[in-house]
């Protein structure tokens, strides 16, 4: 059974050690011990997220790239990739170069395919291992 300290509890956001009243801890606990989250750090993530810069606006003008993913050689669906040539140039032309096929960029010759790809957490990231099907 987890145990919250009370003294670190209370500090968070400024708040004395003394400000939490006995009942409010075991409502915490209790939430914490349903849920698996302490309501402290539900709202502080709530807080965070609120935070969060929005990406800019879509643009149609800008550059559009596409990869083909397949799992043992039968495709699964093309995934679609806006570039922010706008915002990050010399990113964006690294980017679509490894894409692409389409030339050397700064490491030299570069590409992402045959590259395996590990997670794909849905409308943030996709997480691959090394380029050029190596292992890194």
């Known amino acids: 059974m987890t145990k919250?300290?009370?003294a670190q509890i209370g500090h968070r956001d400024g708040k004395q050690s003394g400000s939490?009243?006995?009942?409010?801890?075991?409502?915490?606990?209790?939430?914490?011990?349903?849920?698996?989250?302490h309501p402290e750090v539900a709202q502080r993530d709530e807080?965070?997220?609120?935070?969060?810069?929005?990406l800019p606006e879509q643009d149609a003008d800008r550059t559009h790239v596409f990869m083909d993913i397949a799992v043992a050689g039968k495709p699964l669906g093309t995934l679609v990739f806006e570039v922010f040539n706008d915002l990050a140039p010399s990113a964006s032309r690294e980017f679509i170069n490894r894409i692409t096929g389409g030339g050397a960029g700064r490491a030299g010759f570069v590409t992402y395919e045959?590259?395996?790809?590990?997670?794909?957490v849905d409308g943030?990231?996709?997480e691959g291992g090394g380029l050029n099907g190596g292992g890194g």
């Open 4 to 6: 919250f300290d009370y």
């Open 114 to 120: 045959r590259t395996v790809i590990n997670k794909i």
């Open 20 to 37: 939490y009243s006995a009942s409010e801890l075991r409502r915490n606990m209790v939430t914490f011990q349903n849920t698996g989250v």
């Open 47 to 54: 807080d965070a997220a609120a935070e969060r810069p929005d």
């Open 124 to 126: 943030v990231r996709i």
